[in-house]
Nanobody, 122 residues
Framework: VQLQASGGGLVQAGGSLRLSCAASGRTFSRYSMGWFRQAPGKEREFVAGIRWSGGATNYADSVKGRFTISRDHAKNTVYLQMNSLKPEDTAIYYC????????????????WGQGTLVTVSS
């Protein structure tokens, strides 16, 4: 599966952005999808995930209540709605996919998008 992330940009603290990740090449419904981020000098961390079966979601504690992950099977796209953004949310955001599995660790995902930069100014 090929992943194409988009939607990043510069936003002031307290603002919102919606990231999109379009998938192509395989049956989208068989893939759990995740969003990860990596800030300068830091390791890649899990942000949010949505399971291939049932659509259950979970979030990192740092974004819970502010971010929402969703998917549109008709458009083969997963979204990350980010509200109440903080400067510490600044990072490159990556979408990832794993077939018939799920995880919150980056090494549990097999396919990655190219990343989209989110910058939150104070």
């Amino acid at each position: 599966v090929q992943l194409q992330a988009s939607g990043g940009g510069l936003v002031q603290a307290g603002g919102s952005l919606r990231l999109s990740c379009a998938a192509s090449g395989r049956t989208f419904s068989r893939y759990s999808m995740g969003w990860f981020r990596q800030a300068p000098g830091k390791e890649r961390e899990f942000v949010a995930g949505i399971r291939w079966s049932g659509g259950a979601t979970n979030y990192a504690d740092s974004v819970k209540g502010r971010f929402t992950i969703s998917r549109d099977h008709a458009k083969n796209t997963v979204y990350l709605q980010m509200n109440s953004l903080k400067p510490e949310d600044t990072a490159i955001y990556y979408c990832a996919a794993v077939e018939l599995g799920y995880g919150t660790s980056w090494d549990e995902y097999d396919y990655w998008g190219q990343g989209t930069l989110v910058t939150v100014s104070s």
